[in-house]
C-alpha cells in the first residue's frame, strides 16, 4: 500500500537527520531514551495528501458540477484535490488498484462493489458517515456486503411509466385514466394503439420488465439470498407481459426499430414507455418536441418498480482515507444533493433531500415516488451473465412459454446464488 511505503521512507529519512545533530539509534546520546506517551502538547500533523476522484461523467455539466463541488471542499479544507472524468471507469478504475496508485474515490456501482469488496480493493467505511441513516434503506442495501455497509449512494434511479400527452389526449383519453393497476394498464395501452405506433414499449430485458415481477409480490431472489426466478408471482407477471404483446399492445424497443425505449418513445414509435429518469435528458436534447408526463407504474397486487444506483468507493490504498470520508459527507449532503440534482438530472440519496427535489422538479415526482418501494437486481459475481441468457430469451416471449422461460432462467441463477 502506498501509505505504508510513505511511512516508513519518513521514517528513514527522519533517521538519518536526527542521526547528524543526536547520533540516531547509535548509543552516543548522553541523555536517556525516554519511553510511554508522547507529552500532551504533541500533536500530529494534519494529512495533506492529495485526494483524487475518479468519475464516470455523463457529459460536460456532470464533471464541471463535481469538479466545482471537490474543489470548493478542498479550499476549505485546505487539501488539494483533483477530478478525473474517466474515459473507461472500469478499465480506469482496475489500472489503479492494480498499480496500488488508485484515486482514492470513485464512482463504483452496486456490482462493482461485489469484485471491489472480493479482492480488497476498496475499504468499508460507511458506519463512519455521520449521515448514514439519511440514505434510503434500499440504497444502503445496495451498498452492503456480507452486513458491513461499505459506500455511500451517490444517487439513483427509479423507473416510472412515461407518457406522451399529445398521443394520450388523442385517444380521448384524461388525467382521470392513468393507470394504477394492470387491467387499467392493458386497456389504456389498447386504446392508444393504433397503425402508426404501439401502446406501450420498453427494453426486452429484466431491468425494465422486472418491474412487473416486482408489482407481482415476485422478484428473482429471495430475501434470504435463494433464487426465485420461477415462482408463481414471476410466473403471472411474465405471462401478463406475454399477453399485452401478443395482443398487439406492446412491443420491445427492438420490435418497434430503436435501440431503447427512450428512442421508442421519442420517435414516436410507442405511447407510453417504462424508464428512468434519465430519460429527461433525451427528451430536452433530442426529442425537445414531444410533450410527456411520467406517473408511477401500476400497481399488480402492489406497487413495484426497479431501482439503480451509483456510490462513492473508498480506495484501500488510500493516502487520506478520513479526510476522504468527510469530502463523501460533503458530497451526500442534503444541499449538495440538491445542487448536483440541478445540474447533471439525477435523484437524491439522501432522504432529506426528497421534498426539496420534488418541489423543484414536479415532472420527477413519480420517479421520486418510486423511491419508497423499489427494489434492485442482485449484484453477486456471475448474476449478470444469467440474466443476458434470460433478456436473450425474452425476445422470443411471444412464441415461448413464460413458465418454460422461467425454469430455465432459476436452474441458471440457483447455480450461481444457490
Known sequence: MRMKTRIASGVIVGCLAAAALAGCGTGNNSTPPTT????????????????SVLIGSSGQAETDAVT????????????????????????????????GQPADLLYMSSSDLVNYSA?????????????KADFYPQLVADYTVNGTFYAAPKDFSTLALVINTDMWSAANLTDADYPTTWDQLEAVAG?????????????????????????????????????SANSAANVAALTYVKKLETEGYAASAADVGAGW????????????????????????????????????????????????????????????KDNAVKLVEYLTSTDQQLAFAKAFGVMPSVQ????????????????????????????????SDVIA????????????????????????????IG
Open 36 to 51: 510511554g506517551a508522547p507529552p500532551a502538547t504533541t500533536t500530529a500533523p494534519p494529512n495533506t495528501n492529495k485526494i
Open 68 to 99: 466545482a463541488a471537490v474543489t470548493a471542499w478542498g479550499q476549505q479544507a485546505g487539501i488539494p484535490t483533483e477530478v478525473i472524468a474517466a474515459t473507461d471507469l472500469a478499465q480506469e478504475a482496475a489500472q489503479g488498484f492494480a498499480s
Open 119 to 131: 479482492n480488497g480493493s476498496v475499504q468499508a467505511y460507511g458506519d463512519q458517515l455521520s449521515n
Open 191 to 227: 386504446k392508444l394503439t393504433t397503425s402508426d405506433h404501439v401502446g406501450l414499449c420498453y427494453n426486452g430485458e429484466l431491468a425494465r420488465i422486472g418491474v412487473f415481477f416486482a408489482q407481482a409480490g415476485g422478484g428473482i431472489e429471495t430475501a434470504d439470498g435463494h433464487a
Open 261 to 320: 425505449g427512450g428512442e421508442g418513445f421519442g420517435t414516436g414509435k410507442c405511447a407510453m414507455t417504462i424508464e428512468g429518469n434519465w430519460i429527461t435528458g433525451a427528451m430536452t436534447s433530442s426529442y425537445a418536441n414531444i410533450k410527456w408526463k411520467a406517473v408511477e407504474l401500476p400497481a399488480g397486487v402492489q406497487k413495484g418498480t426497479l431501482e439503480f444506483s451509483n456510490g462513492w468507493g473508498l480506495a484501500a490504498d488510500g493516502d487520506n
Open 352 to 383: 432529506s433531500a426528497t421534498a426539496g427535489y420534488t418541489a423543484q422538479f414536479p415532472e420527477m415526482a413519480a420517479f421520486a415516488a418510486g423511491a419508497a418501494y423499489a427494489t434492485a437486481l442482485p449484484s453477486q459475481a456471475g448474476v
Open 389 to 416: 441468457d434470460f433478456n436473450a430469451s425474452l425476445a422470443n416471449l411471444k412464441t415461448s412459454d413464460p413458465k418454460a422461460l422461467l425454469d430455465t432462467f432459476q436452474t441458471n441463477l440457483q447455480a450461481v
